[in-house]
């Protein structure tokens, strides 16, 4: 129970979608989890309901062994008493504040000192000084964020919440940004979960990983694991995996699976679940292209292919490939270039068998 | 002029704003936030004196406030006066006849504070109460500064309330605007002159104070220009 955070709910809206979630986190000093699924999951209702904003209709949220909601012994936590530090999407900072007064602004039971020196500390930390006397508007979006982030701090939380923290941000700041947050958050040393539905900050933040999709959760694990195993469809393709195609695994042997898709029979690692009906999940990163002529490799998978369309993702290019199905892979320019890949041009797409990932299909 | 009747409806109009800040903030709190589905008919009722003519109000309330009457029985039997045709009767007339003067503007007010703000302070661990002072107060000062001038002007002009509740008694009862309507009917054209110019200027000027101030001190950030 110590170092946990166990949630077990269900919050109905009326009219609107009901989310059920139920998940257990490590929640020691400094492991950030992460909820992750498109808009309409259910994440930030579950942070909300973290924060006791929220209330659920049934349910119990239990952080190191202490019940913060448990509707069945009816016990509820009201905010005040959580101790949660909570980073809203667009800040919320206090307009007809300071910055200096927003960060203090829940320590008005210290005496002043502790309070300067504590808000001190942290715009230092936070490399915000010279900017006490701000108000929020007279800020840039980098640095409301680190003021919002300051005063939820300041409190000394024993969780901190942070609702799609690099969002209200420009591309570059968000860029620069999405480094620095991991940093600080490992020292802070403050179990933190962070609500998202950009991959990369995922990626970037988590050390575990929760996928939701329409009210539930689908998967929880450490982030690489669900990156790399998504456990079904819904996450395969949030973890954004190009290729996902119907298939049916044929026969399985030596730990090796052959399944058909299309016109061809690729060879994976065989699933651990049983049955035939698969969706085969191929990351463009994972694919290799060649020339028809190219010698044979190690990677079990060579396939006939011609391209179809190419389009420039900076220094990468993304290949539309036809062969049999719709493929796509990824390679850079310079591979591009030596290739000669143009529309109509015929290749062979070869991939590893572990690359290939089965999901069961229903 | 009549000076007494001058003070009587400053007075009047004082008492009025200070009672309708006290009982109508947290009324106005519980409609800006309440999700109760029968909420509206809340607001009907409090916007009643807006549409209903003076006389009905009157009417009403003279018959609540007289000593058979239910308020007025009870105000009897604890105070041993009655609540007709004195101060305190025109008080309870002035507070339910501008009640939508006072509400109004300051449940928009309390209504317009963004909501994760007051969120965001109860996850800092700041009591509800302390939140409304700290938070809700000072991001809603405006609307409520326009609804006490507001309800402090509408008392000072009110008419048909007033006299059917309070009468005509001079030095309790009698208020500016009854001391013209009195000059008027006694042809005193030379007393009623001085009288309504007093509180057209008075009031001139508390609007206009009111209104330059909002612009600069109140407002919770300064003007984009």
């Known amino acids: 129970m110590a170092g946990t955070l166990v949630v077990d709910l269900e919050k109905r809206f009326p009219g609107g979608p009901t989310v059920r979630a139920t998940l257990e986190l490590p929640a020691t000093p400094g492991r950030v989890a992460v909820l992750f699924g498109p808009s309409g999951a259910g994440k ?3 942070l909300r309901c973290l924060a006791g904003l929220d209330r659920p209709e049934h349910g119990r949220i239990l952080f190191h062994g202490e019940p913060w909601c448990d509707t ?41 000192d502790e309070r300067r020196e504590r808000s001190r500390s942290l715009f230092a930390l936070l490399h ?72 990369l900050e995922a990626l970037a933040l988590g050390d575990d990983l929760v996928a939701m999709e329409g009210g539930r959760v689908c998967q929880v694990g450490p982030v690489a ?7 079904e469809l819904a996450v395969a393709r949030m973890t954004g995996i190009e290729t996902v195609l119907p298939g049916t695994v044929l026969k399985r042997e030596e730990g090796l699976a052959t399944v058909e ?12 679940h049983e ?13 290799t292209l060649g020339l028809p002529e190219a010698a044979p490799t190690s990677a079990r998978n060579r396939l006939p292919c011609k391209v179809v369309s190419l389009s420039h993702e900076g220094a990468l290019v993304r290949v539309g490939l036809d062969a049999g199905f719709p493929l796509v892979a990824r390679v850079t320019r310079f591979s591009t270039e030596e290739l000669g890949l143009a529309e109509g041009r015929a290749l062979t797409a070869t991939f590893k068998a572990p690359s290939v990932r089965l999901v069961p299909r229903p | 002029m009549d000076q007494a009747a001058i003070f009587l409806s400053l007075r009047l109009a004082a008492w009025t704003t200070l009672l309708l800040l006290l009982l109508g903030l947290p009324l106005s709190w519980w409609l800006a936030t309440s999700r109760w589905r029968w909420k509206f008919l809340v607001e009907a009722v409090v916007s009643l004196p807006l549409v209903l003519p003076p006389t009905v109000l ?36 002035s507070v339910l006849y501008s009640l939508p003067f006072s509400v109004q503007p300051f449940t928009a007010a309390l209504a317009g504070v963004d909501r994760r703000l007051i969120e965001a302070s109860w996850c800092l661990g700041v009591s509800r109460f302390q939140t409304f002072l700290r938070i809700v107060l000072p991001l809603s000062a405006t609307g409520i500064l326009s609804g006490m001038v507001l309800t402090f002007a509408h008392t000072l002009g009110e008419f048909g309330v007033v006299l059917m509740v309070g009468g005509n008694l001079e030095g309790r009862t009698r208020t500016a605007s009854i001391s013209i309507y009195d000059s008027v009917q006694a042809l005193d054209y030379a ?10 200027v008075f009031s001139f000027v508390v609007l206009a104070l009111t209104y330059g101030l909002q612009r600069r001190v109140w407002a919770p950030w300064p003007a984009r220009s």
């Open chain 1, 128 to 199: 915000l000084e010279g900017l006490e006397g701000r108000r929020p508007r007279e800020l840039s979006g980098g640095q409301q964020q680190r003021v919002a982030l300051a005063r939820a701090l300041a409190i000394r939380p024993r969780l901190l919440l942070l609702d799609e923290p690099l969002s209200a941000l420009d591309a570059p700041s968000r860029e620069q940004l999405r480094g620095e947050l991991r940093r600080l958050l490992r020292e802070l040393g403050v179990p933190t979960v962070v609500v998202t539905h950009d991959r």
């Open chain 1, 44 to 46: 930030t209702t579950v």
């Open chain 1, 225 to 231: 694991d669900v990156f790399n195993h998504p456990a």
């Open chain 2, 58 to 93: 009157g009417f009403y309330l003279l018959l609540a406030l007289g000593p058979r009457g239910p308020l007025g029985g009870a105000f009897e039997s604890l105070f041993g006066s009655t609540l007709p045709f004195s101060f305190g009767g025109l008080l309870v007339a």
């Open chain 1, 261 to 272: 898709v299309g016109p061809h029979h690729l060879v994976a690692l065989a699933p651990a």
């Open chain 1, 275 to 287: 049955g035939s009906a698969v969706f085969v999940c191929l990351r463009a990163e994972d694919v």
């Open chain 1, 72 to 112: 069945a012994a009816r016990v509820y936590l009201p905010p005040q008493r959580r101790r949660v530090g909570l980073l809203f999407q667009d800040y919320a900072l206090f307009p007809h504040l300071t910055a200096e007064q927003n960060v203090q602004y829940g320590l008005a039971e210290l005496p002043a």
């Open chain 2, 191 to 200: 007393s009623a002159g001085r009288t309504a110019l007093v509180l057209l």
